[in-house]
């Protein structure tokens, strides 16, 4: 008899993902031990190491990781999933999907998740950044005077990653796990030592040390949230990579490795300080004994790498799915792996990021300056996501409110506290992710609308599909023998294709498809609602392939794959129409004038739909037509 998990995985298949769990998804909570304590005590705050001080701090880092962490994601949040997939984008398309499309809060829910986007995208620049820059700085504790080589390795280590993502993460994600786990052993061990010798940090397990801390020093303890936050950055992504390896595996990492060992690291710590209290300027490394010391910032180095790379692997699933809703541009889109449809690599956000996080680390210069901008973008993504939730248990799950605000209430003031302790460092740094926030949902919104106001254009005026063809049948033109494949983001009416085709070239095919391509709002599209057809008579069909949002739109494949209606398409006795629009920007219409001029500009350099498409070039004919916006 095969025993199964509650995700209903054998269990011999689950410990695979469980170590795949451990090195994808808490990269980036694994790490922050390196730096979390230390900017706690750091001069930023003035904090003075004295016991009631550590027992306090370590006991708010203990209890934000039970609370937001553990209670939040693994619990609540974890239920939330849109068919299997987590995440910021995939929690506002299953809200969203519960509610009437006419009602004012499905446009409140796609404003809440496009800037919960936005924010993860300035998370995205600043975690390489300081993650890397922290674990490089153990070279400091070593020898001092190799405190110059910091920034330069730094930056090294930072573009080998960057560069290495071209070549996809299937091979080097197999060790992922492994190092990980070698890390997380790690830190477990280094924090038991320490807490064997000075057994008395325990007492910092009762959370009357952490409101003694608040009650002692009043504003002094909120501003510290902002170094507190610290140890729960990277939470998220339990919820965000839910999809890659299903809600158990991650829970049973979590319950079973991960939250030991970081709570045993940061009592180990807390435990050193104690006995040590003018030893506080990176109390990590202090707890590693000399003889491990280099070893050590080698296995650093390599768990914030693997961070980093997780990070960025989900960055470009995130755009894509982004891209996939309409909320942002088609680009290139490299898969780089022939079994894991999710492997994949975009050249143009690649290159973006590198360039951000060289000017981050540069501009910043210590991972303790960057800690005073972290946490920002990580805290408003966190509230978002709880007011999200809130909305789907109200809509979805039809609970009562006794039974949803009062946890809710909770979540939100431990975040709202979060978010107002970094937002407070605006001038220090904290601007800096908040920018980038503001810059991406600009981005977001003004494609978005620009797509809106484009089609509105084009179909200004256009003749219906159904009159078009009625006309046809009476005034028949000459027919040419293949087919005839129209893309257009609406079959509804004729496309500007199709008019230049019959207008220039005097002649129709046989027979003619409109072919638009819709994008849902699931992960993957039931095989039900793949296709819809209509045949309009006289040669005629109108055709809707619909795909998920992390489903390749090949249309080729799809009309060879899928059982589509109607005539075969072969491909050699196939020709492709499309429209190429050259955009106009002109004041007083649509946008204001800055967001039309960004939207021709990223309109400009997209992937054009054709080869977003995969429709070969071979086949492909296309028609310009010029629109205002």
């Known amino acids: 008899m095969t025993l199964s998990s509650h995700a209903g995985a054998p269990v011999p298949r689950t410990w695979p993902l469980v170590v795949g769990a451990v090195g994808v ?80 809060m499905a446009y409140t829910v796609g404003i809440l998740g496009i800037f919960g986007t936005a924010l993860f995208f300035g998370d995205g620049v600043i975690t390489p950044a300081i993650s890397v820059l922290s674990a490089v700085e153990g070279l400091e504790v070593a020898a001092p005077e190799l405190k110059r080589f910091v920034l330069p390795i730094t930056l090294t280590v930072l573009v080998l990653l960057f560069s290495m993502q071209r070549f996809g993460t299937e091979r080097v994600g197999q060790v992922f796990g492994p190092v990980t786990c070698l890390w997380f052993f790690a830190l477990a061990v280094l924090g038991l030592v320490e807490i064997v010798q000075h057994p008395a940090v325990l007492e910092a397990v009762n959370p009357v040390w952490a409101l003694r801390f608040f009650f002692d020093h009043g504003a002094l303890a909120w501003l510290a949230l902002g170094a507190i936050v610290l140890a729960v950055t990277g939470g998220e992504a339990l919820y965000a990579d839910m999809g890659h390896f299903g809600r158990f595996p991650i829970r049973l990492a ?178 800096f992710p908040l920018a980038l926030g503001v810059l991406a949902f600009a981005v977001m919104r003004s494609w978005r609308r620009g797509r809106e106001l484009v089609r509105a254009q084009v179909g200004r005026g256009s003749l219906r599909i159904e009159d078009f063809v009625g006309n046809l049948a009476a005034h028949p033109p000459i027919r040419v023998p293949g087919t005839a494949i129209f893309l257009t983001p609406t079959n509804q009416f004729t496309p500007p294709a199709m008019l230049h085709n019959l207008k220039h070239n005097k002649v129709l095919h046989e027979y003619n498809v409109l072919l638009s391509v819709e994008v849902l709002e699931v992960p993957r599209a039931d095989a039900g609602d793949r296709v819809a057809y209509v045949d309009l008579g006289h040669g005629f069909a109108r055709l809707g392939l619909r795909f998920g949002y992390l489903e390749d739109p090949d249309v080729p494949r799809a009309l060879r794959d899928w059982p589509v209606p109607g005539p075969a398409f072969p491909p050699l006795e196939t020709t492709y129409f499309a429209s190429r629009e050259t955009l106009v920007a002109r004041p007083g219409q649509g946008m204001a004038l800055w967001r039309d001029r960004l939207f021709v500009f990223m309109s400009r350099n997209a992937t054009p739909a054709t080869e977003y498409f995969h429709i070969p070039g071979n086949r492909l004919v296309e028609m310009g037509t010029q629109v205002a916006i």
């Open 25 to 104: 998804v808490f990269g980036d909570i694994g790490t922050s031990p390196l730096y979390t304590l230390k900017e706690a005590f750091g001069p930023h705050y003035g904090i003075a190491p004295d016991p009631q001080n550590v027992l306090g701090v370590v006991s708010l880092i203990l209890w934000s990781l039970v609370l937001v962490v553990t209670l939040k994601y693994v619990v609540v949040l974890m239920r939330a999933d849109n068919k299997g997939e987590g995440g910021i984008l995939a929690l506002t398309a299953l809200v969203q999907r519960s509610l009437p499309r006419a009602a004012p």
């Open 254 to 431: 979590w319950v079973g490795l991960v939250l030991p060992s970081l709570v045993l690291n940061y009592f180990g710590q807390a435990a050193f300080i104690l006995s040590h209290p003018g030893r506080v300027t990176n109390p990590f490394y202090e707890l590693v004994p000399s003889w491990a010391l280099f070893p050590m910032i080698v296995l650093a180095t390599l768990a914030t790498i693997i961070a980093s790379q997780a990070l960025l692997s989900g960055t470009f699933s995130v755009v894509r799915q982004a891209i996939q809703l309409g909320y942002l541009p088609r680009m290139k889109i490299v898969h780089t792996s022939a079994h894991s449809e999710g492997q994949i690599y975009l050249p143009w956000v690649n290159r973006a990021m590198l360039f951000a996080v060289i000017a981050v680390v540069l501009g910043f210069g210590s991972s303790s300056n960057l800690a005073v901008a972290y946490g920002v973008s990580v805290t408003g993504t966190m509230i978002i996501s709880t007011l999200l939730l809130v909305i789907l248990a109200k809509v979805r799950w039809r609970l009562r409110g006794w039974q949803v605000w009062p946890l809710a209430a909770v979540f939100l003031v431990i975040e709202g506290a979060f978010f107002s302790a970094n937002v407070v460092k605006f001038v220090e740094g904290a601007w």
